[in-house]
């Protein structure tokens, strides 16, 4: 099997994930990166978007369940992302970053993330 990936980058959204009330309730910006290990081939010779994962559609997955669902961490922000992803579209894997840039944390830092890579043995 080939291991081509189709990539969302820096996909934004506002949320309100987080264990704080202040973040549950006035919410925050979120950045998500989606990477699906697909075989692009078929499509590409075919050039037939019915043959590989429409991103489009991806990224309405992602956008429905960062800014309709609330989780305390970011960790089952993105386990959520990923199973959605895994199961709807049934790539060969996939790759979800949350990036948290106004994360609640006295210091100086760009964002925390979470990255987590998940592999179709668990919605087949």
């Not at 989606?34 to 559609?57: E, G, S």
């Amino acid at each position: 099997m080939r291991h081509d990936v189709i990539r969302l980058c820096n996909m934004q959204f506002y949320g309100r994930h987080g264990v704080n009330a202040e973040e549950q309730e006035l919410g925050q910006r979120f950045e998500v990166d989606v990477d699906l290990r697909v075989n692009t081939r078929p499509a590409a010779l075919q050039d037939d978007l019915r043959l590989t994962i429409n991103y489009a559609h991806v990224y309405k997955v992602v956008k429905q369940i960062v800014e309709e669902q609330r989780f305390d961490l970011i960790e089952a922000l993105a386990e959520s992302i990923a199973m959605h992803i895994g199961r709807q579209f049934t790539p060969e894997s996939v790759r979800v970053c949350v990036r948290k840039p106004h994360a609640p944390i006295k210091g100086v830092l760009d964002y925390v993330a979470v990255d987590i890579e998940r592999t179709n043995d668990l919605w087949q």
